[in-house]
């Protein structure tokens, strides 16, 4: 191909960058955001393609630790910043960059990459399979009441400035962390990113605004949000665009979303990406006037198919034999011996019989537990060697909490 991928070196960051940005339409982000993704971008765990010393191809790799079924946070290759010049499109680059960033990836020693695709059609030949959804929701507040629980009333609200009060915020994320798959641990400095607040990216709405949740003195929860108003003849009918609501207790969810759902001249709350299980769905008295979407969010690769078996538990106990594929990374082919239950798990290659044969695509869709291996099974993409083996494994891989990634990176 003649072109020249290499590591990136920090003075050329500059040249990278605008090669993303314009990959992504050409508007520049604010001198701010630009400032902090430099100060975010891992030059030494990111690629260059270069053609003729013009950058015409990007890729990144954030060293993120992500939840997984269980509660351990696993070593993941957060796959950014991916973008090849339309000059030099379709002639195999990102492929290259594809291969070149899957084998860095395990030289790292890192059993999972993930990432969040511009389109999903892009990622699955590389091996990514759909591991978390999310929802959007648009709820007609003025049409949709919510009841709370008991306690609701114990919590107190109050208003305070976003960068005030966000090592408070941040260590309410830090607890919920653990307790859902598919969350990543926030890297120093990328609380920044939540606070970024350009005029020109508000879509005509207020300011970032912060309620936080208390008892007894102790931050318990809190909503990030802005408000876009609106009039029509016949009154207010504003929108609540909700950016966070990180709660640590049902009570502390159900006052902040009381709280959403009922300021006055709003008639909407706009809410993106929110987990498909999140309480407040059970509060509403009408869940069609929800209009929830549900989208794609984190896509799983195995890079390390006997590590990444290893680092999560399981439901039940399993012991099973998978046949797996994997054209792209063929260090993971082959057969596998998993053992396991809810307190830890070996994964070892065996010369067995193989009892479910899949590719690595559809582990990477099981691997958070939110996508059923008997789902996978439905649509043909898992075949069942050993009668009764699917749905021993399919109930050991699920997860009682849906997985959920809150940000996008
Ligand atoms: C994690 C993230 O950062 S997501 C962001 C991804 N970046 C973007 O969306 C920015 C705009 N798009 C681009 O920069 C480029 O079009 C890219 C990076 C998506 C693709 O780069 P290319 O160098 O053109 O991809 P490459 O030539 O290696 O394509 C490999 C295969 O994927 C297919 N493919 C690649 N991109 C797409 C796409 N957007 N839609 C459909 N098919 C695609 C190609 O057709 C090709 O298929 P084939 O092997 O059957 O011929």
Redo the contacts with the bound molecule.
Sequence with gaps: MGNDLRVLRREDWDEWYDN?VR??GGVPESAEERALWRELTETDRSLGAWDGGVCV?T??AFSFRLTVPGGAAVPAAG????????T???????????RRQLDDVRSWGEPLAV?????P???G?FGYGVGSYHVNAEIDTARVRLSVPPGTEDVRLRYAAPADVLDACEAVYAQLVSRRPGMVARIPGWERLWLLDPESERGGASPLQCVLAERGGEVVGYARFRIKGDWEAAGPKGTVVVQDVDALDPAAHAALWRFLFEIDLTSKIDARRRPLDEPWQHLVSDIRRCSLLVRDSL?VRLVDVGAALEARTYQTPVDVVLEVEDAFCPWNSGRWRLTGDPKGASCMRTEDAADLALSVRELGSAYLGGVSLDALAAAGRVRELRQGALGEVSVAFGSTVAPWLAHG?
């Design positions: 993303l990959a992504f191809g890729a990144g796959v950014t910043m991916v973008s090849v010049a339309a030099h499109r379709r002639r195999g680059m990102l492929t290259s960059m594809m990432l969040t695709a511009s389109e059609v892009i990622y030949r896509h990176f």
